[in-house]
């Protein structure tokens, strides 16, 4: 099965163990900065730290389905290549993982 790996546990994941990745989405420099809400919403952890995002680079929003029915998304820095494998995983499950 694919793996989504976390450096922390989030809480826009709802301790949901499995998602199904539905969707892509580019979000260029030029969308920066982006709202506090998103940012809040995406790279706060439980411990209320924030992962950084810089504005310096484009990224991928990956959107999910998570196996309680929870949907989440997750922002990961943009490369072609990334890009190209997460568009082949659109519709496929995710093994969701947490910690270093």
Do not use: H
Request: aromatic fraction near 14%; charged fraction near 30%.
């Amino acid at each position: 099965m694919n793996k989504i790996k976390f450096s922390q546990d989030y809480p826009k994941l709802w301790g949901q163990v499995q998602a199904e990745l539905i969707a892509i989405k580019l979000i260029k420099r030029e969308d920066f900065p982006l709202t506090r809400d998103l940012i809040d919403y995406d790279t706060k952890n439980s411990l209320g730290e924030y992962y950084p995002l810089s504005p310096r680079n484009n990224y991928l929003q990956l959107i999910f389905l998570g196996n309680k029915k929870i949907p989440f998304c997750t922002i990961r820095r943009y490369t072609e290549e990334k890009a190209e494998y997460y568009l082949d995983l659109i519709g496929q499950k995710f093994e969701i993982t947490r910690g270093l």
